[in-house]
Each structure stands twice: as C-alpha cells, then as structure tokens.
C-alpha cells in the first residue's frame, strides 16, 4: 500500500485586471478557472481597475 500524500494548495479570486493579475503570477499563483460575468452578476454598478471593467472572476492557484 502506498503512501497518501497531502496536496495543500493555495487558491485567490479577483478581477482580470491588469495590475492585479501580473502581481498573483509573480507570486508563483498560475490561472485555474474563470467564473464568467461574476462582478457584473453580482454588483449593481460596474467596478473598475486601472481603466478595465471587471466583469470575470479569475481564480489562480499555487502548490505549497
């Protein structure tokens, strides 16, 4: 019988912004799924970061 071997893993969400995104993968965080029209489904106005409009959630993991 083999060895079980814990994965930890961490895992952040946030807009697909441009200054926001290149920080996360300087991190080591690399791009695992998009939830599409998050910020526009659930905020009654538009949010804006550095000029873009956040309308996908991107969520990026790292192994630890």
Do not use: W
Request: hydrophobic fraction near 30%.
């Amino acid at each position: 019988v083999g060895k079980r071997q814990m994965c930890i893993r961490d895992r952040v969400g946030t807009g697909d912004s441009p200054s926001t995104i290149p920080f996360y993968e300087s991190c080591g965080f690399c791009r695992h799924h998009l939830v599409k029209n998050f910020f526009t489904d659930h905020y009654d106005r538009p949010i804006y970061e550095c000029g873009a409009k956040l309308v996908d959630m991107v969520y990026l993991q790292r192994e630890l």
